[in-house]
């Protein structure tokens, strides 16, 4: 059977409605499954210790929706299936059905907005730089004709290679695959810094092979907020992950698990990250707000 230009158009349109029009809470309850992401060097967000065990504070806000979603839909033994994901493959995996829910360490913003959904936002931070000790750099400006690494997929390369052109720094950018291999650029003297989050440098310098070596440096070049991240057009499922995030910040629990993962020795090493609560954070306890950065 040959097809008219029109026809085509019209099953793909069919297509894509049906995909867009997909309730994950239905779908989840039809399989007695859900799939959700994880990071494996998003630390101490979500992160691997050991070569399959995925453990931190996004992992631990997964799991209370996770639990919240098994009463929803009256299903105490709702099979959980992990599936790690980067930071360049994690919202077509989500847009696309191939897992259902992500927290990990994913800025909430204007541009991913048009692609996905995102919840109240458990997280703020900014650019900020990794370096070696011995480098003597302290500030974008040292970066001039440098070697840069970020991280591919992130909003982070985007904003240290805008920075370096409104500057005229001529800095060489180039991206490892996770963070993993972006701490390693610096370490292997491949790039002099390595411009990401500042809370998630932190953590990789705390599990890095010589934290004393290291440090993070310069201005923070912009605040953002992390937030969970679901399908668009499911206000079903935003609501049981709103609710269930509001409901952790509201009775205290959202303030212990941030304790524990920021406040005290965590895994694997016992590291102490001794990172208080931004005044950004706490406003956002009481707000409970999903607004983007822009």
Known sequence: MKYSTLMIATLL??????TAGAQTLKKVADSNKITV?????????????????????????TEAIIDDVRKKIKKPN?????????????????????????????TNNSTRGKDVAFAVNHFYT????????????????????K??????????????????TDKKLDMQIILGKDHDDSLLLV???RAVAFAMDDILLFGLMANSKNPASLEVVGDALQVEPYSCMLRKDDPEFKKLVD????????SGEFSKLYDKWFMSP?????VNLNLPMSAELKANLKAASDKPAL
Do not use: H, W
Request: charged share 20%; hydrophobic share 35%; net charge positive.
């Open 37 to 61: 992401a994880y990071r494996e060097a998003s630390v101490p967000f979500s992160y691997l210790i050991g070569s399959t065990k995925s453990v931190g504070f996004s992992v631990e806000l």
């Open 243 to 250: 609710g269930t995030i509001s409901r952790l910040m509201k």
């Open 187 to 189: 370490e292997n003297d």
């Open 13 to 18: 349109a069919a297509g894509l409605a049906t």
């Open 126 to 145: 900014g650019t900020r730089l990794l370096v070696k000790k011995s480098s003597a750099i302290k500030n974008y400006a040292d970066l001039a004709k």
């Open 78 to 106: 709702l099979e959980v299936s992990y599936m790690p994901v980067t930071s360049q493959n994690r919202i077509p995996l989500l847009v696309n059905g191939t897992y259902d829910l992500e927290c990990g360490s994913t």
């Open 266 to 270: 965590i895994p694997p090493k016992g």
């Open 147 to 164: 070697t840069v690494a970020s991280t591919t997929g992130t909003t982070n390369s985007q904003v240290i290679r805008k920075y370096s």
